[in-house]
């Protein structure tokens, strides 16, 4: 096996990462991505010496690293890409990644050109940006250029740790589920072992981190390994063919149809975007993929109350904010289902679909959430603060996705690139969670006049999210299924 | 009235002319064809006639529903994209009873297997339309747009990745469909369908309408063979 590397084979998947790129947010959308991540780097950095007064360097540190791994953990998820193009999932998007079913050239390769491809951009896109606001207000943070670098170094460590290890999992998920499953579990029990059992230090499971303690460059050595060793294990085991066992189903589109009744002129829409959930596996990964960040933002304020002794109130009243941020991931995979093309040829409109998504949306989601803040507040004594909690689980969660909704369509993955509507999300989103978390906060001081002021911006975004609702029709009726299609203008063809 | 009205109708891709000032009617029963090369605007009229995608310039309307009202196009007609696109994680039958379903139509399950009959794909109808063939895949496409039996149907390469017995019989029922007094709109680089099935063409050539008639009308002489009509219209097919 020949895994020579072609640069000229890099250098076109390079360009059509870009024109999809293009394709998905336009030319400005592309370039204004790397732009705000400079200026959000920049401020943060600025900052800085006033976020120190309150809050450790390590925990800073703690908190980019994760995020940094977070974010590699997300893009490397490319054995799955790589199965999905082979399997013939993604629409009338077709990639270079298919190339091997007729050329010669073999799937690894492609795939480790395709991750070496990957890597460069997302440096491009955002480890750069990031490192560049950081170094831009260094002089003025009083921040040493040599720590800007240090910093570099290890976030470009930890995003291809995360990166290499998302990979891995995926190929190794391709080719044997339960095998993943061993190798995620074995990372889990290392994350255990740091929080909550306290056996490892976090510089002990994430060597980037583990140089902040040391300032020796072995954990930066051993970090650099172990993602070559991942990385070359991922390309190792991608499946050279992909033979998808043919799916047998009896129809259960009309009895779910009866099932969905009460949802009225969506029960069609709504049976249909079920049965696709359940079959194409994803039921099971949205449903963990809301848990799993819940359980995390617990851990983490866990850990900012107890291993921090952070000065805040982490109380119920924050957790139900909380679930209505998170729900947008929920949203986003639900959308991500299936391309809808077919539905250009027939009598149905992406807001009607978008309807049936956010009803599947709130089944999916609220008994989580409300079982999640209910557990929270007994846990935590707080049954007094419980009604109020529930109402603004209600609302955030309902003016969240609504907003994600009227944002995004049935592209929230493509779209959120997309400079206007990230700001926009932005705009509409951060302010009225940050005033839920800053009165949660200050609930234990001014109790009264904190819960009225909570209690009236939860009406408030329940009142907002009916005005956005109805402009969810006009926003996305006259729309194509097809975005990529639309947006690239290749109707050309023919 | 006329079926579908094309009125001065121009489109552009950015710098790209895809459709200019096309002007063309089609009549009740006809079985029209539009013909050109690759890239010639054939699929840009298809999808704005069918409300898929607006003109820049000019108006129409097809079963007297304005272009800008896709939804109600659709509502009134069977489209066959050029793409063959049934959803992925639903099979055969189920995706034609969701079919059924967004047009109310009745007798659902006797329209399903009436047309997954014919197109002998009854011991598909359980399978995830992934996993169909090309030509299966074509197949559960033709059978979502006949499936209502439309006054018109509006085809983009319909006989793609068909076998020639399925082509057969398809072109039979589309013959038997405008014998009943139904229309259809075909658009195809196939010439024979123009000998065999059309009682009225255009030929397009970048965006332009350069050829409107009878195949007799658009013949310099009886002997003149398709290829060479062809050839003298759209010039290498570049």
Not at chain 2, 176 to 200: Q, W
Request: hydrophobic share 50%; charged share 20%.
């Amino acid at each position: 096996m020949s895994l020579d590397f072609d640069w000229h084979f890099f250098k076109t998947m390079f360009k059509e990462e870009l024109r999809l790129h293009r394709s998905f947010v336009g030319g400005m959308g592309s370039a204004f991505f790397p732009v705000m991540i400079f200026i959000f780097s920049l401020v943060l950095a600025f900052t800085s010496p006033v976020v120190l007064k309150n809050i450790s360097k390590e925990t800073i540190l703690l908190v980019l690293h994760v995020a940094a791994l977070m974010y590699g953990l997300s893009v490397g998820a490319l054995g799955m890409i790589g199965e999905q193009v082979m399997t013939r999932r993604l629409g009338q998007v077709n990639m270079l990644l298919q190339i091997s079913a007729n050329h010669p050239i073999t799937f690894r390769q492609v795939m480790a050109t395709f991750y070496v491809k990957d890597l460069v951009f997302y440096i491009f896109y955002s480890i750069l940006p990031l490192i560049a606001g950081i170094a831009v207000a260094a002089p003025f943070a009083k921040v040493p250029f040599t720590s800007v670098g240090q910093l570099g170094i290890t976030l470009f460590l930890t995003f291809l740790l995360g990166m290499s290890l998302s990979f891995l999992l995926s190929a190794l998920a391709a080719r044997s589920r339960p095998a993943a499953g061993v190798v995620g579990l074995l990372i889990v029990a290392l994350v255990v072992m740091v929080y909550p059992l306290g056996y490892l230090t976090s510089g002990q499971v994430l060597p980037t981190l583990g140089f902040w303690t040391d300032k020796s460059p072995l954990p930066l050595l051993i970090a650099a390994v172990l993602a070559v060793l991942m990385s070359a294990g991922a390309i190792l085991s991608t499946k050279e063919r992909f033979e998808s066992k043919q799916g047998v189903y009896k129809s259960m589109l009309l009895p779910m149809e009866e099932k969905f009744a009460w949802t009225g002129s969506l029960k069609l829409l709504v049976a249909k975007e079920w049965v696709e959930l359940r079959r194409s596996g994803s039921l099971g990964p949205v449903v963990t993929g809301f848990l799993g960040p819940l359980f995390a933002v617990y851990i983490i304020t866990w850990f900012f109350r107890t291993g921090m002794g952070l000065p805040l109130s982490f109380n119920v009243v924050f957790y139900g904010g909380m679930v209505g941020f998170l729900g947008v991931m929920t949203y986003s995979w639900l959308t991500n289902l299936e391309p809808n093309e077919f539905m250009n040829v027939q009598p149905a409109s992406v807001d009607q679909v978008i309807k049936a998504k956010l009803v599947l949306y709130f089944l999916l989601t609220s008994v989580v959430s409300y079982a999640y803040v209910i557990i929270i507040g007994f846990i935590d004594g707080e049954l007094n603060l419980l009604p109020l909690a529930l109402l603004i689980t209600g609302a955030t969660t309902v003016y969240v996705v609504v907003v994600t909704a009227r944002l995004t369509g049935i592209w929230t993955n493509t779209m959120l690139f997309d400079y206007r509507v990230l700001g926009k999300f932005f705009g509409a989103i951060v302010p009225p969670l940050i005033i839920v978390m800053v009165l949660s906060f200050w609930i234990k001081t001014a109790p009264m006049i904190s819960i009225v002021l909570l209690v009236v911006e939860a009406l408030g975004m329940l009142g907002a999210s009916v005005l956005v609702y109805r402009s969810v029709v006009t926003r996305w009726k006259g729309e194509h299924f097809a975005f990529a299609t639309l947006t690239a203008g290749s109707g050309a063809s023919n | 009235m006329s079926v579908i009205r094309v009125s001065h109708i121009s489109k552009n891709f950015g710098k790209v002319k895809a459709l200019v000032d096309l002007d063309f009617s089609i009549e009740k029963g006809e079985f029209f064809g539009l013909f050109g090369p690759n890239g010639s605007g054939k699929t840009t009229i298809t999808r704005i006639i069918t409300g898929q995608l607006s003109q820049d310039k000019g108006e129409g309307e097809t079963m007297g529903v304005p272009f800008t009202d896709g939804l109600g196009i659709k509502r009134k007609v069977g489209i066959v994209p050029e793409a063959e696109t049934p959803p992925t994680f639903l099979t055969a039958q189920e995706f034609l009873e969701l079919v059924c379903r967004l047009r109310d139509l009745e007798k659902v399950d006797k329209r399903v297997d009436k047309w997954l009959e014919f197109f002998e794909i009854e011991d598909k109808r359980d399978v995830l339309c992934r996993d169909l063939s090309r030509g299966q895949r074509q197949k559960v496409m033709l059978a979502s747009a006949f499936i209502h039996e439309p006054e018109l149907l509006l085809l983009d390469e319909p006989f793609i990745n068909l076998d020639p017995i399925f082509q057969k019989k398809v072109r039979e029922h589309l013959v038997d469909h405008v014998k009943s007094g139904h229309t259809i709109f075909m658009c195809s680089h196939i010439l024979e369908i123009a000998e065999k099935l059309c009682s009225r063409m255009a030929v397009i050539k970048k965006g332009k309408i350069v050829a409107l008639g009878t195949l007799d009308e658009i013949r310099t002489s009886k002997e003149e063979r398709l290829e060479d009509i062809f050839m003298r219209l759209v010039g290498s097919g570049d």
